[in-house]
């Protein structure tokens, strides 16, 4: 009898123990690192990982997915067993789609010859379209365990899925008279305090040089200057002329292709028997830069692989004859430098040497009489004429770093060309410039913003559950408190300086206001601004400001017609010593709602800005996100002027708290700024 009680005790302690466990699932999005990458190195990191084997289905085009690898099985309808739970959390590989480009299949297309024209057969578009997110993997994990879950998230985020840095390559490609070189004032046959290379020895016999590299010293910027200042003067005597300036952004340790040139058709004929086929055939000339550069681990340095290749087409030579026609060619020069350099950040370097001849006939002749036999030629000449030519070309790195100035390298210049006003069928938009921007080293430099800072990457880095933390991710990437308010304040400077507030059509601007029904009871209904602007200017001319206070409605009754939102009271308010305090005295307790104070027409301007500027909140969702994404080159939607014309506009309680920040933005940026720093302090202290 004790036996079968023991037995069946174990069994059920056993069957308690084995009940498996129902996972949840998180999907991660990764932005830089592919899916497969992840999965190798999570997998050398000691986590399941379960990726997927395709094969061939029976109809075309169609692909079967089965699941691989030791971890394949351990789901069973979304629950897992007592003995696999150590795989949790459980990396899903899913699967990418193969069919996104139409490259292949043009390809095929462009192997018959077909690349120097367009197909107008087309592609056929026989796979299955698929409106899916690329890269990305599925989670499994034990819903009462999420400490593994964020463990292996921040190694995900923090880790591995980072996003490279930027290099602009600027270059800068120049031919100039080679006996010009000397005015640039280097000596390439010995080096000197301008460079930090040494040069290749002339030929003694041409006296030219060989291709060559040399690098500015990076404390000696002023030498890089004036050369560049020299070359810009042979350019200007005509003496030299610039070929290209291209430049181009890349990825560290990605691989730039710059080709600037032309196609030469080369006719071509073969014979076979009577039969002759005729063909042409393209070569290409002109210039290739290839670049692959890489940064230091400190960021002060670039390693580049560079190839430069200049070819260009020379006169025509025979090349036989068929019949009674001479055949002929042209002829190419090509000169081609490959090369590794280490140079410093913004630090120019040039190659040179690519010395080219060229003869020319010279025939200068007497109108008419040069004709003449024995006598034209005593009256004219002829003569050979060689020309050297040098090309040299200079490229300057610049890393790239989005969240400070040198982001400047890439966007474009400060003109209106590149606004987008008036558009017909699409939105107007503003580039950012330079000067629309605030230097926002008045708390970027101040200790306490950075030791707060230094805090929320140390324990960032240091624990999973606080890499986890939105606030402190918003924070640590560049995120400040009270951001917003500087961010609609310069938005509102670019409004204000394009004049958008004439759009504003004052008869078009309504609030709600309270006021009596017939039986005596409070009531909320439409007023029309404009109106009672209009009035109140006619009857008050020198004397107190308009305020419009906003109330809550609880106690107020309202129509059907209109949904439950704060009210504004119209009341006259004295000023109060300046504008500011007085605007700071009827906000001194918002938390009922905000008030508008107006007291000279500029003020009255500055409401129809604040409505223009929640419009182009409304078409920029996200822009106040991060004040570092603010910054030089980001365009902004903006409404269409007729659109603006014919809306109707209601002033609330949120624009009535627009206005109040855009006129006092410095005391409510340092308001939510300080207490905003301080609740990350205490958050960071959780963590800690």
């Not at 009898?1 to 990764?30: G, N, W």
């Not at 025939?363 to 008419?368: A, D, L």
Request: aromatic fraction near 8%; proline fraction near 4%.
């Amino acid at each position: 009898m004790m036996r079968k009680i023991f037995i069946t005790c174990f069994l059920l302690i056993s069957t308690v123990f084995a009940e498996d466990i129902r996972v949840k699932y998180k999907t991660l999005q990764l932005s830089y690192i592919t899916t497969d990458r992840v999965g190798g190195i999570l997998k050398s990191l000691g986590y399941a990982v379960i990726d997927f084997e395709k094969s061939a289905g029976v109809n075309p085009n169609e692909i079967i997915l089965t699941p691989a690898g030791d971890f394949a099985n351990v789901l069973i309808n979304g629950m897992v067993s007592e003995d696999d739970y150590d795989a949790l959390p459980l990396v899903i590989l899913l699967p990418e789609t193969d069919n996104i480009t139409l490259l292949e299949m043009q390809g095929a297309v462009s192997e018959k010859g077909a690349e120097m024209g367009v197909d107008l057969g087309g592609s056929s578009l026989v796979f299955t379209t698929s409106g899916e997110p690329l890269q990305r993997i599925l989670i499994a994990y034990d819903p009462d365990n999420t400490e593994d879950l964020k463990e292996l998230v921040s190694v995900i985020s923090n880790q591995l899925d980072v996003a490279a840095k930027q290099i602009m390559i600027e270059a800068l490609v120049v031919e100039i008279d080679a006996n010009k070189t000397n005015t640039l004032g280097v000596n390439f046959s010995n080096s000197g305090s301008m460079y930090s290379s040494s040069f290749p020895e002339p030929d003694p016999s041409t006296g030219n040089f060989e291709p060559f590299t040399f690098i500015m010293d990076k404390g000696l910027i002023g030498n890089a200057l004036e050369i560049n200042a020299k070359l810009e003067k042979l350019i200007s005597d005509q003496t030299s002329e610039i070929l290209s300036r291209p430049s181009v952004l890349v990825l560290d340790g990605r691989q730039a292709r710059i080709v600037v040139g032309q196609q030469i058709p080369i006719a071509r004929s073969t014979a076979t028997g009577q039969n002759v086929v005729s063909a042409t055939e393209y070569i290409p000339i002109g210039i290739v830069l290839n670049l692959r550069p890489r940064i230091s681990s400190d960021g002060n340095e670039i390693t580049m692989q560079v190839e430069t290749i200049i070819s260009e087409a020379q006169e025509r030579v025979g090349v036989g004859s068929v019949g009674g026609d001479v055949l002929s060619a042209p002829t190419f020069s090509s000169q081609k430098v490959q090369t590794y350099v280490q140079v410093e950040n913004n630090t120019p370097f040039i190659i040179g040497g690519l010395i080219s001849h060229k003869d020319t006939k010279q025939e200068n002749e007497f109108p008419i009489l040069g004709r003449v036999p024995i006598l034209g030629s005593l009256l004219g000449f002829n003569k050979k004429v060689r020309s050297n030519k040098e090309v040299i070309v200079v490229i300057t790195p610049h890393i790239v770093d989005v969240g400070s100035g040198s982001f400047a390298h890439v966007i474009p210049k400060d003109i209106d060309i590149l606004n987008h006003w008036g558009n017909k069928l699409f939105q107007d938009s503003y580039r950012l410039r330079n000067t629309d921007l605030y230097d926002l080293g008045f708390y970027e430099n101040t200790s306490f913003y950075n030791t707060v800072l230094n805090r929320a990457q140390n324990v960032i880095q240091e624990n999973a559950v606080a890499s986890a933390n939105e606030d402190l991710a918003d924070f640590v990437s560049g995120s400040v408190p009270g951001e917003e308010v500087l961010i609609r304040r310069m938005l509102y400077d670019v409004i204000e300086k394009e004049n958008y507030y004439k759009y504003i059509v004052p008869e078009n601007v309504i609030f709600f206001g309270k006021m009596l029904d017939n039986q005596g009871n409070a009531v909320v209904d439409k007023r029309n601004f404009g109106e009672i602007y209009r009035s109140y200017l006619k009857r008050f001319k020198q004397s107190d400001g308009l305020a419009l206070q906003f109330e809550s409605t609880e106690s107020v009754e309202f129509a059907d017609d209109y949904p439950l939102r704060p009210v504004a009271n119209i009341n006259r308010f004295e000023l109060s010593g300046t504008y500011k305090n007085t605007l700071r005295e009827l906000n001194a307790d918002s938390s009922f709602g905000y008030s508008i104070y107006l007291k000279a027409p500029k003020h009255e301007r500055r409401l129809y800005e604040v409505l223009v500027l929640r419009r182009v909140l409304e078409m920029n969702p996200g822009i106040l996100n991060n004040i570092n994404l603010f910054k030089a080159g980001r365009e902004i939607l903006f409404p269409a002027p007729q659109s603006l014309e014919g809306d109707i506009h209601v002033i609330d309680n949120k624009i009535a708290e627009y206005f109040y920040q855009i006129n006092l933005y410095n005391d409510e940026f340092d308001r939510k700024f300080v207490d905003g720093i301080k609740t990350l302090s205490t958050i960071i202290q959780e963590y800690e």
